[in-house]
């Protein structure tokens, strides 16, 4: 069964603080990503990775960073949170080759206070 | 300017009944669509993909696509109870993407006995 495990579920941080979200997959997909998810915005997408240490910016790549030193893990980092970044973060992996099919962990919502 | 933008909802069926779901996309290179489904407290997972134009079946589910209007949409027949969700309609972005996903903002479907 494919696998995509988000470190931690819930995570309750304050402003300034440095954030790691950490997501595994199990499926040797080249392809990762970090989308949030916020009402009424759907899924924006911050990095994607299509490599090992390879990344691109998304679509709201400010205020985040990403690293990709293995395959299966593609972490992201805040490097100072703020309030803006109180959200829900999904990560997904699909293979290289793309169908669109991007199989997502269980997501990890981040609350900065 | 959204570059997915689907109708907005919430959208509110009685069981049986047929539900329409639809979405533009601004994008004219884009060459794949799918339509994801996310109940409440899980993450995203794919129910259909289109490639090309016309109708596309599986099940009690249709998708329809329409690249000269850019417009696709989502057809739920005999809806039930179960089908309550939000509805991402999802688009790859023209050119070299690596399967990068562009969202819309999702349409919550209520089915109601």
């Known amino acids: 069964d494919v696998k995509v495990t988000q470190s931690s579920r819930y995570l309750v941080k304050r402003t300034g603080e440095k954030v790691f979200l950490e997501c595994v997959q199990d499926m040797d997909h080249e392809n990762m990503f970090w989308y949030r998810q916020d009402p009424g915005l759907g899924l924006r997408l911050i990095y994607f990775?299509?490599?090992?240490?390879?990344?691109e910016k998304g679509d709201i790549p400010e205020g985040y960073s990403v690293s990709r030193e293995k395959k299966e893990r593609f972490s992201l980092i805040l490097e100072s949170a703020s309030t803006n970044q109180t959200s829900m973060y999904l990560c997904?992996?699909?293979?290289?080759?793309?169908?669109?099919?991007?199989?997502f962990g269980e997501g990890s919502r981040l609350t900065v206070l | 300017q959204k570059e997915v933008e689907q109708n907005s909802g919430p959208l509110s069926v009685p069981e049986g009944a047929i539900a329409s779901l639809n979405c533009t996309y601004s994008?004219?290179?884009?060459?794949?669509f799918f339509w994801y489904r996310q109940y409440s407290g899980k993450s995203p997972e794919l129910i259909m993909s289109i490639y090309s134009n016309g109708d596309k079946e599986d099940g009690r589910f249709t998708a329809q696509l329409n690249k000269a209007s850019q417009y696709v949409s989502l057809l739920i027949r005999d809806s039930q109870p179960s089908d309550s969700a939000t509805y991402l309609c999802a688009v790859t972005a023209g050119g070299t993407s690596y399967g990068k996903l562009t969202f819309g903002q999702g349409t919550i479907l209520t089915v109601h006995p």
């Open positions: 994008d004219r290179g884009s060459q794949s």
């Open positions: 997904a992996s699909s293979e290289l080759v793309p169908t669109g099919e991007l199989f």
């Open positions: 990775s299509y490599d090992v240490k390879m990344k």
